[in-house]
C-alpha cells in the first residue's frame, strides 16, 4: 500500500481511516526489512517509529513544519513519506538516500544530525526565530530516551523554560539507546512505564464506548480529551513539569489513533510541550525484537531469519577489550568506561567478566571523561573506549580536566578514520588534527591487531608513577594522556608476507617493516604510513620494488611523540617521501613529518597522501580510501607521477 508517488501530507495520511493506516505500518515495516537486509543499516530503532511518524505526518507536514529526528538513526520511515522511497533501494549508497537526515537532500529534512542530543537546542532556535518572525510553523524534536541522557538535551530543555516557545519535544522511549540504558533517568521513565492501569482503563473504555451505534466514536474522541487533563495529573510527569515543559502521557507508541489524540492535545498548548511515546525497538520483526542491540546498526542479513551474511574478521574494538580483561585480571584498579556504547566499542565482553569494573555513563562523553579524570586522581586505572566521531564532543575535557592537569588517562579512539556508508557525520578522520595541539598527550596507531595489543599493555603504564626501568617501559615525559586510534576492523592481512619486517613496539618508536635499498644503500622512495592504512602502502612498496624501484616502508606508530630521529634518518637517504594517513591532511601526520623535515633543514619533495578536509559522502570504506589515492593503486600512481616530476627538474 505504499504511496506510488510523493504523498501530500498530512492530508494523505488524514484521510485515512485506522484500518488504512495500520495496514500501511505493516508494509513499510516490510519495505525496511527489504531495504536494511539488502544494503545494511539502522534497522530497530526505524522498526520501532513507524506508528509514531505516520501519526505525525497525518497532523504536520514536514516540507513546512520543522521536525528534527534526533541521531537521525529512526528517519528512514521519515525518508519513505517524503518521497524518497525509491532511493532507499539504494540506501547509504553515493545515489542512494542517505542513512541520516541532510539538509541537502530534501526540505523535508529540517537539519543534518547523526550525533544524539541536539534535536531540542536546533527545535527551540526554530522556534525563536518562527516567533520573531510571526511565522507560525510548528517544531517538533523527536527525542530518544537514550539522547535524553546527553547533556546538551538539558541544557536546551533548561533554556525552553524561559523561552515559553512552542516546541513539541516528542519523547521515543523505547528503554535503550544501543546498549541498555543506564543512570537515574531511565529508572525515572521506567517508573512512569510502569503506571499500568491508565493504560488499561483506557483499552477497557475505549473498547466499550466502539460499540455504541453513531455517537460511540465522537464521544470517545470527548472523553479522550478529558481524561488527558485528568491523566497530567495522575501519571507522574513532574520532572518535566518542572522545567517548564507540559507534559502528555505516557501513551501507547504502536496505537496510531491515541497517537494522533495527543499530538492534537499537543497542538492546543501555547507553550513548550513533552509528549511521553512509548515505542518497542525492532517492532514487527521478530529477529531484531529479540536482539534489538544487533538490530541497531546492523549490515546484510536474510530477511527471512535474520541471519547476519558477511560476518566480519577479528574485531580490534575486540581485540582491545580482550587485552584489557588480561590486565584487569591481574590490576583490579583498571576500570572500563563507555558511553551508551559498550557493544560497539568491545566492552560489553569486559562488562560481562567485570561487571562492577564497568562505568556506562550514557550517551555522555564529556562527563565520561571528566569521571575519569576523577577516578584517576583517585587511584583508579580508568580506561575510556569511544568512537573517534563522538570523542570529539570531550575536546574541551581532553584538553583542560585531563592533559592541563598532566593525569594519567588511556583513551581507546575506536572507529578511527573513514567510516563507509554511515557518511560525514560518523567519519573519524579529525583525530589527529584535535589531538595533535592538545599538551602532555601521547598518540599512538597501531597498524594490527598485534601492535593494538602491545599498546594497551604499554599504555596502561601511565598510571605506573614515576619510571622504573624494569617495570616501566614509559620515558619520565610522555603524555599522560594515552590515546590509541583503531578503526573498525582488522584488515592487516599483510603481516604474514615473507618481506614484513616484525619489531617490537616500543613508546614514541617507529619501525621499518619493508626495506629494499639500492646498491648505494639509498632509496627512490620512502613510504611513511601510520595506522591501518599501512596494509596499503606495504602492498604499494611492493608494486613499486617490483618494477625496479629502491623502497622503504616506515611504521610509525606513533603520531605524539613523532619518531623525529628515525624520521630524519630515513628522509637523508630518500630521493622522494611519502607520507599516508587515513585522516584530513591539515595538522595530519603528513604536515608533522613536512614540518620536522623542515625545521631540521632537509630538503626532501615531500608528498602527503590524505583525505581533503570536506565532505566525504556515504559509500565503501574501499571507495573512499580510493577515492583520495589512498588505495595501493592510488599511492603507486602518486609515487611515479612525483618521481617523474623530480627526474624532469634534475
Same mark, same amino acid.
Given at each position: 500500500?505504499?504511496?506510488e %508517488?510523493m504523498?501530500?501530507?498530512?492530508?494523505?495520511?488524514?484521510a485515512m481511516?485506522?484500518?488504512? #493506516?495500520?495496514?500501511?505500518?505493516?508494509?513499510?515495516r516490510?519495505r525496511?526489512?527489504?531495504?536494511?537486509s539488502?544494503?545494511?543499516?539502522?534497522l530497530?530503532?526505524?522498526?520501532?517509529?513507524?506508528?509514531?511518524?505516520?501519526?505525525?505526518?497525518?497532523i504536520?507536514?514536514?516540507?513546512r513544519?520543522?521536525?528534527?529526528?534526533d541521531?537521525?538513526h529512526?528517519?528512514?520511515?521519515?525518508?519513505?513519506?517524503?518521497?524518497?522511497?525509491?532511493?532507499?533501494?539504494? !540506501?547509504?549508497r553515493?545515489?542512494?538516500?542517505?542513512?541520516?537526515?541532510k539538509?541537502?537532500?530534501?526540505d523535508?529534512?529540517?537539519?543534518n544530525?547523526?550525533?544524539?542530543?541536539?534535536?531540542?537546542?536546533?527545535?527551540?532556535?526554530?522556534?525563536?526565530?518562527?516567533?520573531?518572525?510571526?511565522e507560525?510553523?510548528?517544531?517538533?524534536?523527536?527525542?530518544?530516551?537514550?539522547a535524553?541522557?546527553?547533556g546538551?538535551?538539558?541544557?536546551?530543555?533548561?533554556?525552553?523554560?524561559?523561552?515559553?516557545?512552542?516546541?513539541i519535544v516528542?519523547l521515543?522511549?523505547n528503554?535503550?539507546?544501543i546498549?541498555?540504558?543506564?543512570?537515574?533517568?531511565?529508572?525515572y521513565?521506567?517508573?512512569?512505564?510502569r503506571?499500568?492501569?491508565?493504560?488499561?482503563?483506557?483499552?477497557?473504555?475505549?473498547?466499550?464506548?466502539?460499540k455504541? *451505534?453513531?455517537?460511540?466514536?465522537?464521544?470517545?474522541?470527548?472523553?479522550?480529551?478529558?481524561?488527558n487533563?485528568? %491523566?497530567?495529573w495522575?501519571?507522574?510527569?513532574?520532572?518535566f513539569?518542572?522545567l517548564g515543559?507540559y507534559?502528555?502521557g505516557?501513551?501507547d507508541?504502536?496505537d496510531?489513533?491515541?497517537?494522533?489524540?495527543?499530538?492534537?492535545?499537543?497542538?492546543?498548548?501555547?507553550?513548550?510541550?513533552?509528549?511521553?511515546?512509548q515505542?518497542?525497538?525492532?517492532?514487527?520483526y521478530?529477529?531484531?525484537?529479540k536482539?534489538?542491540?544487533?538490530?541497531?546498526?546492523?549490515g546484510a542479513f536474510?530477511?527471512?531469519?535474520g541471519?547476519?551474511?558477511?560476518?566480519?574478521?577479528?574485531?580490534?574494538?575486540?581485540?582491545?577489550?580482550?587485552?584489557?580483561c588480561?590486565?584487569?585480571?591481574?590490576?583490579?584498579?583498571?576500570?572500563a568506561v563507555?558511553a551508551?556504547?559498550?557493544?560497539?566499542?568491545?566492552?560489553?565482553g569486559?562488562?560481562?567478566?567485570?561487571?562492577?569494573r564497568?562505568?556506562?555513563v550514557?550517551?555522555?562523553?564529556?562527563?565520561?571523561i571528566?569521571?575519569a579524570?576523577?577516578m584517576?586522581?583517585?587511584?583508579?586505572?580508568?580506561?575510556?573506549?569511544?568512537?573517534s566521531?563522538?570523542?570529539?564532543?570531550?575536546?574541551?575535557?581532553? #584538553?583542560?580536566?585531563?592533559?592541563l592537569? %598532566?593525569? *594519567?588517562?588511556?583513551?581507546?579512539?575506536?572507529?578511527?578514520?573513514?567510516?563507509?556508508?554511515?557518511?560525514?557525520?560518523?567519519?573519524?578522520?579529525?583525530?589527529?588534527?584535535?589531538?595533535s595541539?592538545?599538551?602532555?598527550t601521547?598518540v599512538?596507531?597501531?597498524?594490527?591487531?598485534?601492535?593494538?595489543?602491545?599498546?594497551?599493555?604499554?599504555?596502561?603504564?601511565?598510571?605506573?608513577g614515576e619510571?622504573?626501568?624494569?617495570?616501566?617501559?614509559?620515558?619520565?615525559?610522555a603524555g599522560?594522556?594515552?590515546?590509541?586510534?583503531y578503526?573498525?576492523?582488522?584488515?592487516?592481512?599483510?603481516l604474514?608476507d615473507?618481506?614484513?619486517?616484525?619489531?617490537?613496539?616500543?613508546?614514541?618508536r617507529?619501525?621499518?617493516?619493508f626495506?629494499?635499498?639500492?646498491?648505494n644503500?639509498?632509496?627512490?622512495?620512502?613510504?611513511?604510513?601510520?595506522?591501518?592504512?599501512l596494509?596499503?602502502?606495504?602492498?604499494?612498496?611492493?608494486?613499486?620494488?617490483?618494477?625496479?624501484?629502491?623502497?622503504?616502508v616506515?611504521?610509525?606508530?606513533?603520531?605524539?611523540p613523532?619518531?623525529?630521529?628515525?624520521?630524519?634518518?630515513i628522509?637523508?637517504?630518500?630521493?622522494?617521501?611519502?607520507?599516508?594517513?587515513?585522516?584530513?591532511?591539515?595538522?595530519?601526520?603528513?604536515?608533522?613529518v613536512?614540518?620536522?623535515?623542515?625545521?631540521?633543514?632537509?630538503?626532501?619533495?615531500v608528498?602527503s597522501l590524505?583525505?581533503?578536509?570536506t565532505?566525504?559522502?556515504?559509500?565503501?570504506?574501499?571507495?573512499?580510501?580510493?577515492?583520495?589515492?589512498?588505495?595501493?593503486?592510488?599511492?603507486?600512481?602518486?609515487?611515479?607521477?612525483?618521481l617523474?616530476? !623530480?627526474?624532469?627538474?634534475?
Amino acid at each position: 500500500m505504499l504511496f506510488e %508517488k510523493m504523498p501530500v501530507l498530512p492530508d494523505d495520511l488524514a484521510a485515512m481511516d485506522e484500518k488504512q #493506516l495500520n495496514t500501511l505500518c505493516e508494509d513499510i515495516r516490510k519495505r525496511l526489512v527489504e531495504t536494511v537486509s539488502v544494503n545494511g543499516g539502522h534497522l530497530a530503532s526505524n522498526l520501532g517509529v513507524v506508528e509514531l511518524t505516520v501519526a505525525l505526518y497525518s497532523i504536520y507536514n514536514p516540507h513546512r513544519d520543522r521536525i528534527i529526528w534526533d541521531v537521525g538513526h529512526q528517519s528512514y520511515v521519515h525518508k519513505i513519506l517524503t518521497g524518497r522511497d525509491a532511493g532507499m533501494d539504494r !540506501l547509504r549508497r553515493p545515489d542512494g538516500a542517505a542513512g541520516f537526515p541532510k539538509l541537502s537532500e530534501s526540505d523535508a529534512d529540517a537539519f543534518n544530525t547523526g550525533h544524539s542530543s541536539t534535536s531540542i537546542s536546533a527545535a527551540l532556535g526554530y522556534a525563536r526565530a518562527f516567533k520573531y518572525t510571526g511565522e507560525n510553523r510548528a517544531v517538533i524534536a523527536v527525542i530518544g530516551d537514550g539522547a535524553l541522557t546527553g547533556g546538551m538535551a538539558y541544557e536546551a530543555l533548561n533554556d525552553i523554560a524561559q523561552s515559553q516557545c512552542r516546541v513539541i519535544v516528542v519523547l521515543n522511549d523505547n528503554g535503550m539507546s544501543i546498549d541498555r540504558n543506564v543512570g537515574g533517568l531511565s529508572k525515572y521513565l521506567a517508573k512512569i512505564r510502569r503506571r499500568h492501569s491508565y493504560m488499561r482503563a483506557k483499552r477497557n473504555v475505549r473498547g466499550f464506548l466502539l460499540k455504541i *451505534p453513531k455517537i460511540g466514536r465522537p464521544l470517545t474522541r470527548v472523553i479522550s480529551r478529558a481524561k488527558n487533563r485528568v %491523566k497530567h495529573w495522575v501519571v507522574e510527569g513532574k520532572f518535566f513539569e518542572n522545567l517548564g515543559l507540559y507534559y502528555l502521557g505516557p501513551v501507547d507508541g504502536h496505537d496510531i489513533y491515541a497517537l494522533k489524540m495527543i499530538f492534537e492535545r499537543a497542538n492546543e498548548i501555547d507553550g513548550p510541550v513533552l509528549v511521553h511515546v512509548q515505542t518497542q525497538k525492532g517492532k514487527g520483526y521478530e529477529p531484531a525484537e529479540k536482539e534489538p542491540e544487533i538490530f541497531h546498526g546492523v549490515g546484510a542479513f536474510v530477511a527471512e531469519t535474520g541471519e547476519i551474511k558477511n560476518k566480519n574478521c577479528e574485531s580490534l574494538s575486540k581485540v582491545f577489550s580482550e587485552e584489557l580483561c588480561k590486565l584487569a585480571e591481574t590490576d583490579d584498579r583498571i576500570v572500563a568506561v563507555t558511553a551508551a556504547m559498550s557493544i560497539g566499542t568491545g566492552l560489553d565482553g569486559f562488562a560481562q567478566q567485570f561487571p562492577d569494573r564497568t562505568v556506562d555513563v550514557g550517551i555522555a562523553e564529556q562527563h565520561a571523561i571528566t569521571m575519569a579524570a576523577g577516578m584517576s586522581l583517585a587511584g583508579m586505572k580508568p580506561v575510556a573506549a569511544i568512537y573517534s566521531t563522538f570523542l570529539q564532543r570531550a575536546y574541551d575535557q581532553l #584538553l583542560h580536566d585531563v592533559a592541563l592537569q %598532566k593525569l *594519567p588517562l588511556v583513551v581507546g579512539v575506536d572507529r578511527a578514520g573513514v567510516c563507509g556508508y554511515d557518511g560525514e557525520t560518523h567519519h573519524g578522520i579529525y583525530d589527529f588534527a584535535y589531538l595533535s595541539g592538545i599538551p602532555f598527550t601521547t598518540v599512538a596507531a597501531p597498524s594490527s591487531a598485534k601492535q593494538l595489543r602491545d599498546m594497551v599493555r604499554l599504555a596502561i603504564h601511565v598510571y605506573d608513577g614515576e619510571p622504573e626501568v624494569e617495570k616501566n617501559p614509559l620515558p619520565e615525559d610522555a603524555g599522560k594522556l594515552f590515546a590509541i586510534r583503531y578503526p573498525a576492523k582488522e584488515r592487516a592481512t599483510f603481516l604474514e608476507d615473507e618481506d614484513y619486517i616484525e619489531v617490537p613496539v616500543a613508546y614514541g618508536r617507529g619501525a621499518v617493516c619493508f626495506d629494499k635499498p639500492g646498491e648505494n644503500g639509498l632509496y627512490d622512495v620512502a613510504l611513511f604510513s601510520i595506522g591501518e592504512v599501512l596494509e596499503e602502502v606495504f602492498a604499494a612498496a611492493k608494486i613499486l620494488a617490483a618494477r625496479g624501484l629502491s623502497v622503504t616502508v616506515f611504521d610509525a606508530r606513533f603520531f605524539k611523540p613523532l619518531d623525529e630521529a628515525a624520521v630524519f634518518e630515513i628522509a637523508d637517504r630518500s630521493k622522494l617521501v611519502v607520507t599516508a594517513e587515513d585522516a584530513i591532511a591539515d595538522d595530519g601526520f603528513g604536515e608533522h613529518v613536512r614540518l620536522a623535515l623542515a625545521d631540521s633543514g632537509c630538503k626532501n619533495s615531500v608528498i602527503s597522501l590524505a583525505h581533503k578536509n570536506t565532505l566525504i559522502p556515504n559509500d565503501s570504506i574501499a571507495n573512499q580510501m580510493k577515492a583520495d589515492g589512498l588505495d595501493r593503486e592510488g599511492i603507486v600512481s602518486s609515487c611515479l607521477n612525483a618521481l617523474e616530476k !623530480l627526474s624532469n627538474v634534475e
